[in-house]
């Protein structure tokens, strides 16, 4: 089941909150690349916020592709996440701040990937005006690399 599937199976949207097509002007393999990532939010033509859902090792498929959209959109997206089990967060961290993420010269993932648990988003979910809070909370709920 994809993610799709499985976030509607909890949450029930209003309107056109859900997007069937991307409304965005991207070359090629910028689509491609961004096709294969599990959440976009998407606002105003441009990618707010991406996630990749990992719940196992597979969590390494998931940087590397917040490292391609880091490349491709040369540091548009600032907010992208690896969302797993708490267990995994050292170590999708530590692939994050890893010296090609953090010392090039476009050091654009180690500034904008951090790390989203399940048990941060399970909290989120129960807050009592969740449909009133902006994205900005997430900042509040995610791990990054500390700055250099």
């Known amino acids: 089941m994809d993610v799709r599937s499985q976030v509607l199976q909890i949450w029930k ?8 097509t991307l409304p965005l002007n991207l070359d090629y393999l910028t689509l491609r690349t961004v096709e294969t990532i599990d959440l976009l939010w998407v606002r105003d033509r441009s990618i707010a916020r991406a996630f990749e859902v990992e719940d196992s090792s597979s969590y390494h498929k998931g940087v590397m592709r917040m490292a391609d959209l880091a490349t491709l959109q040369s540091g548009l997206v600032q907010n992208t996440y690896i969302v797993g089990p708490e267990k995994l967060q050292s170590a999708v961290l530590g692939q994050v701040a890893r010296p090609v993420f953090t010392l090039s010269q476009n050091n654009s993932l180690a500034n904008s990937c951090g790390f989203l648990s399940f048990e941060a988003v399970d909290e989120l979910y ?5 449909e009133y809070i902006t994205d900005v909370v997430l900042d509040e709920y ?3 690399v ?3």
């Open 126 to 130: 129960t807050q009592k005006h969740l």
């Open 13 to 20: 949207p209003t309107g056109e909150t859900l997007l069937d």
């Open 142 to 144: 995610s791990m990054h």
């Open 146 to 148: 500390p700055s250099a």
